[in-house]
């Protein structure tokens, strides 16, 4: 069968956050979040194609709660859609309080990464290949996401 295993290239980044990672108000920087966000959703793009990607867009991020010096990062991500040469990437971030071993559900983002050849020219890439019900819906909402995408660009023109 053509195409690669959505689990095949999805990929969980554990990092703690430490001082250096904080805003004025002591919790970690948003930016420091979307990064870790940003690196891992290339990994999971680079797994699939093989070769070189870059960040088209990010079409939405959302910080539910804060997330403290001293708990451990883990950002998930997989690929939810394959178009022609763009994919979208979804990723999940938890934080883990060390201490009360508490974890929570604290921001996801939708990415769009574009594989690019030798000249940096938007390249053909792979399908996936979707096995389970969560990658159907995901794979579904991601068609809606990207629909809106193209359609709202269209207005912007
Ligand atoms: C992303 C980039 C390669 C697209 O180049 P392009 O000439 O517009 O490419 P095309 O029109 O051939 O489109 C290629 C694919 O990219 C998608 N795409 C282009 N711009 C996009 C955007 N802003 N958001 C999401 N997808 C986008 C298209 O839908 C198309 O998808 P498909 O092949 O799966 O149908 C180009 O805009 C670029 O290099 N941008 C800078 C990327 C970068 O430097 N990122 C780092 C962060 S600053």
Excluded: C
């Amino acid at each position: 069968m053509e195409g690669k295993k959505v689990k095949a290239t999805s990929v969980t980044v554990i990092q703690q956050m430490t001082q250096q990672d904080a805003n004025l108000a002591g919790n970690v920087h948003g930016g420091v979040i979307l990064k870790l966000i940003d690196n891992t959703a290339g990994i999971v793009g680079i797994r699939h194609t093989g070769g070189n990607v870059v960040t088209a867009s990010i079409d939405r991020v959302d910080f539910h709660s804060p997330v403290y010096v001293g708990n451990i990062l883990r950002v998930s991500a997989s690929i939810n859609y394959v178009g022609s040469s763009s994919m979208e990437i979804g990723v999940r971030v938890e934080a883990e309080d060390l201490i009360t071993g508490e974890v929570r559900h604290t921001g996801s983002a939708y990415l769009t990464f574009v594989a690019l050849d030798e000249h940096y020219k938007a390249k053909k890439i792979d399908q996936i290949i979707i096995e389970t019900d969560d990658e159907k819906r995901r794979n579904f909402e991601a068609q809606e996401r990207k629909r809106m995408r193209l359609e709202s660009a269209k207005k912007r023109k």
